[in-house]
């Protein structure tokens, strides 16, 4: 029922040519699918210390600045999480992925409190080149729209390949630039 909306979701990002682009595409794919929120997080490994990566968020800004301003990103369970799948997985399954520490409740009981309820994260491992993670969530008081995962998995899929195409362009500009 909703695999259109990957079908469309593909089609209008090949005409995205910017974050700006990809981020208002994400906003409103992540509507339809029945999210309050998405993320999209790019880390390009390189040996230089120039390679872009790429985040992008619609989540609160509360939360948004306790994650930056705790440094949460290393500590993170979610992140830990992607480490050990290849696949899609709700928050409310990652102590099986991981085993939960005190903190990583906390983290996300903070997380709550800030407007981020349950989510469904899709990671990417790109050996030699990057790692990436598409998350879709909903406010505290929301169920997770389960059914829609396998097109949120999709979705994400193609979602990290355009921001990976986009963060490759800009460093391919830096290099030429700087030849």
Not at 14 to 28: H, M
Not at 127 to 143: D, K, L, Q, S, Y
Not at 145 to 170: D, H, N
């Amino acid at each position: 029922m909703y695999a259109y909306l990957a079908e469309e979701f593909a089609t209008e990002l090949i005409n995205v040519r910017s974050d700006t682009e990809l981020d208002g595409a994400l906003k409103q794919v992540s509507r339809r699918l029945g999210f309050d929120h998405f993320a999209l997080s790019l880390e390009m490994r390189s040996t230089s210390c120039e390679a872009p990566g790429l985040l992008l968020h619609d989540y609160p800004d509360e939360w948004a600045k306790v994650y930056i301003a705790f440094d949460l990103a290393g500590q993170d369970p979610v992140r830990r999480a992607c480490d050990k799948t290849i696949i899609g997985f709700a928050w409310d399954w990652i102590d099986e992925l991981v085993p939960l520490t005190r903190g990583d409740r906390q983290m996300l009981n903070v997380g709550r409190e800030c407007g981020i309820g349950n989510g469904y994260t899709v990671p990417r491992h790109l050996p030699g080149i990057g790692r990436g993670t598409c998350t879709f969530a909903v406010r505290p008081e929301r169920e997770l729209p389960r059914r829609r995962f396998a097109v949120a998995e999709m979705i994400g899929t193609l979602a990290l390949s355009c921001a990976l195409g986009l963060s490759s362009e800009k460093f391919d500009e830096k290099v030429s630039t700087a030849e």
